[in-house]
C-alpha cells in the first residue's frame, strides 16, 4: 500500500456517482446501487490517494464499514463560490437561510481519498464524513 496526500485542490473530478445509500459494506454493493439509477453526481476535490495491489484491494473494497486508518478523517465537502455572507459565517450548516444552502450545494466539491488497484486500474473514492470508515464510496 502506498499513500500520497495532496496539498492543494487541484485534483478536481467531476460527476462522480455516489450511491444514495450509504453505509454499503462491498464496492459491488454501491456498483449495484448505481447501476440501478440510484446515485447522485458530485463534484470531488482528491486530497489522498492510496494506490493498493490486489490482495489489499480485495481485502478494503470488502470491509467498507470497518474502522481503517487510510481513511484519515478524510471527507465533507469544500465550498468554491463566491457568496461572501457563506464565506464568512461561522455556524452551523443547517443554520444557513434556505437560498445559502442552495447556493453551498451548487457550488461545493465534495473531499475524497481515491483509491487505485494497481493491477486493474480500476478506482473508486471515499468521502468518510470525518469518520475512519468508508462512509461514502463513488465510483466513476
Not at 463534484?43 to 487510510?70: G, M, P, Q, R, Y
Request: glycine share 4%; with cysteine; net charge negative.
Amino acid at each position: 500500500m502506498k499513500e500520497v496526500t495532496l496539498n492543494n485542490d487541484n485534483h478536481i473530478v467531476n460527476s462522480v456517482h455516489f450511491a444514495k445509500l450509504n453505509k454499503n459494506q462491498t464496492l459491488d454493493e454501491y456498483k449495484r446501487l448505481c447501476a440501478e439509477g440510484d446515485y447522485r453526481l458530485e463534484d470531488i476535490i482528491i486530497k489522498k490517494i492510496v494506490f493498493l495491489d490486489s490482495v489489499e484491494w480485495e481485502k478494503i473494497s470488502t470491509s467498507f464499514l470497518e474502522n481503517l486508518a487510510i481513511w484519515n478523517e478524510i471527507g465533507g465537502s469544500q465550498y468554491t463560490g463566491n457568496d461572501r455572507s457563506i464565506l464568512e459565517f461561522e455556524g452551523q450548516f443547517w443554520e444557513l437561510s434556505d437560498d445559502q444552502i442552495q447556493e453551498y450545494r451548487d457550488n461545493s466539491k465534495t473531499l475524497t481519498v481515491m483509491v487505485i488497484n494497481e493491477t486493474t486500474k480500476e478506482t473508486f473514492y471515499v468521502n468518510t464524513e470525518g469518520y475512519n470508515y468508508a462512509r461514502y464510496v463513488g465510483i466513476s
